[in-house]
């Protein structure tokens, strides 16, 4: 199956940062999405980018599809920024399995 | 607008009996998933369904089972339940468009603990 790796594992910061976080897959995607996944376990939508680049409020992703990468972008971080940042993507061609995710990026942002 | 409904929140059940969990999706999705994220682990896929009819089978053990019914909601039948089967149960809904899938929506996942 495809492969999907999240880079920073872990990233500390202190309020008022900047951050980059990386998704590197395997294969060519159909759909690619950002997910934070809030200290309460829900996880929550941030971006749906199979390519291009979003925009929402301090967040924005890019996701260059031919180099089988994306990039969340988290800029003047909040205390509530914490929690897990999942990348998932999906296999162009790949049936009904759905999304495959990364192990994730974990972030605490520090006040 | 309408999301995800999972039930129930939390449960906890001893070892070796059953739990169903049920999801709801967002209604004219035609596409429902379920997940199991252990603790510290990213949500595997366990099971999909497209228009009620299963679609495709990740790392679901035999001891689990599912189906989707004719107003869409699923349930997930689990049973000889194990420690292990402690995690949290996600399932998502989306819109299928030939072999692309549209943007996916989780629910807000069952905790299940075994004891």
């Known amino acids: 199956g495809i492969q999907v790796e999240q880079s920073p594992p872990d990233l500390i910061l202190q309020e008022g940062a900047n951050s980059t976080l990386r998704c590197n897959f395997s294969d060519s995607v159909n759909n690619l999405q950002w997910f934070h996944q809030n200290p309460w376990g829900q996880l929550i939508n941030l971006f749906y980018?199979?390519?291009g680049t979003k925009q929402n409020g301090r967040l924005s992703a890019t996701t260059v599809a031919t180099e089988r990468y994306s990039l969340l972008y988290i800029s003047s971080s909040q205390t509530t920024d914490s929690g897990v940042y999942f990348c998932a993507v999906e296999r162009s061609g790949g049936g009904a399995d759905g999304l495959t995710f990364g192990k994730g990026t974990h972030l605490i942002i520090q006040p | 607008a309408a999301g995800v409904i999972q039930s129930p929140r939390h449960l906890i059940k001893e070892k070796r009996e059953t739990a169903t969990l049920k999801c709801y999706p967002i209604p004219r999705h035609d596409t429902v998933y379920w997940y199991q994220q252990g603790p510290g682990q990213d949500p595997q896929f366990l099971i999909s369904f497209y228009e009620k009819m299963q679609s495709d089978k990740g790392s679901i053990p035999d001891r689990f089972s599912a189906q989707q019914f004719s107003d869409y909601h699923s349930e997930l039948n689990m049973s000889s339940l194990e420690l292990g089967d402690s995690a949290l149960y996600f399932c998502?809904?989306?819109?299928?468009?030939?072999?692309?899938?549209?943007?996916?929506?989780f629910g807000q996942g069952t905790r299940l603990t075994v004891v």
């Open positions: 980018i199979p390519s």
């Open positions: 998502a809904s989306s819109r299928r468009q030939g072999w692309s899938l549209h943007e996916a929506f």
